[in-house]
């Protein structure tokens, strides 16, 4: 060994402001050259080695991957700080979404899996609706999320509502049906202001197993009288305004 100033693995790691293990995954994966040993068998890290990991620390620090680090050598430096304000701003919008979706948690009283965009107009709906729209907006896209807002928005409570939150698990085939009847009735009639939503589905999620999970959560949160009356709507509602049949 040279009589020049070498540091060990700990030594190094706190010079640079980071750890040993830390030292020893940047030896591992190719990032950090490893130095030689003494006739102790512990490593000597000198300025070199320092100089390196506290490029790799910084670069780090930016916000820059382990894997993009190795292959920077040759980048310029103009476009690598392009690269790496582009992924600053990028994080720095998740970020204010998520204080914005935590101020909206903090004023609504909503539960945790609710998205920032639905927050206000789920706060006043039952559990069960807030549980199935929680599911729907995780599972359907941008755009289909932005009709249910617009839907929930817009809606006014009504009469209907209250009872099918109120419906006995007991209540009658005919009380089933008329229920379903007068709310179907309402959905027809604001046809033009409420559209469809979409239901296309989130990312690689199919459109079918969106569906599914969302199906799912209505069975698991509402009750089996409440699902008939939703299961009535649907049909009469498929069946259009001039083919409902008498009851």
Do not use: C
């Not at 700080?81 to 998520?98: P, S, V, Y």
């Not at 698990?169 to 007068?182: G, K, N, Y």
């Not at 559209?195 to 197993?209: D, E, F, N, Q």
């Not at 599914?212 to 069975?219: H, Q």
């Amino acid at each position: 060994m040279s009589d020049r100033l070498t540091w060990s693995t700990r030594q190094v790691a706190a010079l640079a402001g980071t750890t040993q293990k830390a030292v020893r995954y940047y030896h591992s994966v190719g990032l950090l050259a490893e130095p030689e040993r003494g006739v102790n068998g512990y490593k000597h890290y000198g300025v070199a080695h320092l100089r390196r990991l506290i490029h790799i620390v910084s670069l780090a620090e930016l916000g820059l991957p382990l894997a993009r680090i190795k292959e920077i050598d040759d980048v310029d430096a103009d476009t690598l700080i392009d690269e790496l304000d582009a992924t600053l701003e990028a994080k720095i919008r998740r970020l204010e979404a998520n204080r914005a979706r935590l101020a909206l948690l903090r004023t609504h009283g909503v539960g945790w899996e609710v998205p920032a965009e639905l927050a206000d107009v789920l706060a006043g709906l039952a559990d069960a609706d807030r549980s199935v729209l929680a599911v729907a907006s995780r599972v359907l896209d941008d755009q289909s999320v932005a009709q249910l807002r617009d839907l929930l928005a817009r809606h006014e409570p009504t009469d209907t509502d209250e009872e099918l939150t109120q419906l006995p698990d007991d209540a009658t085939p005919e009380q089933i049906e008329d229920l379903a009847r007068r709310i179907v009735a309402q959905v027809q009639g604001a046809k033009e202001q409420f559209p469809s939503v979409t239901g296309a589905a989130r990312g690689a999620v199919p459109r079918r197993l969106a569906h599914e999970a969302v199906a799912a959560a209505m069975v698991e949160s509402f009750r089996a009288a409440q699902l008939r009356v939703l299961v009535r709507v649907s049909e009469l509602a498929a069946a259009g305004p001039g083919e409902i049949p008498a009851p």
